[in-house]
């Protein structure tokens, strides 16, 4: 067996993040090869993701990434087992590293596409596998979605504070002028944040899933079932107008301004910006 000197055990630990112990032993392993033991630390943590594929990833951090035209960003969240490590700078990293990935990755095509991106000559799937090796936790990409404008319009993403949730959403404008402007910018914020705090089912009511709508009518009809028949329906039809209200991002009343709903909010804005504006599509993730 070679001799491992304690300059080529920090130099591993340096490049792989590993344990001064772990690096020793894949050294030894690898009988001083610094390629071959970086393969063994790779494979000790898809050992450890695999030994823990049934353990749950509830904890973790919400990221997001803009291209630099602003025409294209992304929303993912990576998940790990707790709170301790989602706090870590390594998983910070990481998950700074797969925003990149699901920016640059085939839109909406699974998590399996974002684990082959390569990012600086390296698949995300290697960076995954180090820091699982680092942390012994399991530790995975959950939600994600990749938005690119087709026409006029911008895309914005707020992340809270906690960076436990987030969202992301699509703005249509009448000309790249009109989403050029502060005021639109300023709103795009304003929604994505919204949408952050109020977490609603869709865009609109058709965006409802049709047995979400029908579990509804039928919750409002048992609890009016003993009032008289002729005014039931007009009961049940006021319960679900003020449940569409409550869920439906288009007619929720803002959060920064209850006096307006979301859609006054964006319509008011593309008039101030010269022109005319429109929620096209969004999504919230959430970890925790």
Known sequence: MAEISAST???????????????????????????????ILRKKGLATLSKRSDRQTSEGIVVSKL????????????????DFV???EDFTSTAETLAHSALTCVENDGPENILKTTIDGKKFEDY???????????????????????????ISTYIHFNKKVGAMVQIATSDETVAATEQMKQMAADVAMHITATNPLALDKEGIDPETIE??????VEQVKNKPANIIDKIVEGKMKKFYAENCLLDQQFVKDDSKTVSELVSQAGKQAGGEAKIIRFVRFGVG
């Open 67 to 82: 291209s630099e035209d602003g025409r294209v960003a992304s929303l993912s969240t990576l998940c790990c087992e707790t």
């Open 128 to 154: 995954l596998t180090e820091i699982v090796s680092k942390t012994g936790e399991k530790i995975q990409v959950g939600n994600y979605a990749k938005y690119r404008l087709d026409g006029p319009g911008l």
């Open 9 to 39: 055990v920090m130099k591993l630990r340096k490049i792989s993040g590993q344990g001064m112990m772990d690096c020793k032993k894949a050294l030894q392993e690898a009988d001083g090869d610094m390629d071959k033991a970086m393969e």
């Open 215 to 220: 579990r509804e009518k039928a919750i409002y």
């Open 86 to 88: 989602a706090n870590s």
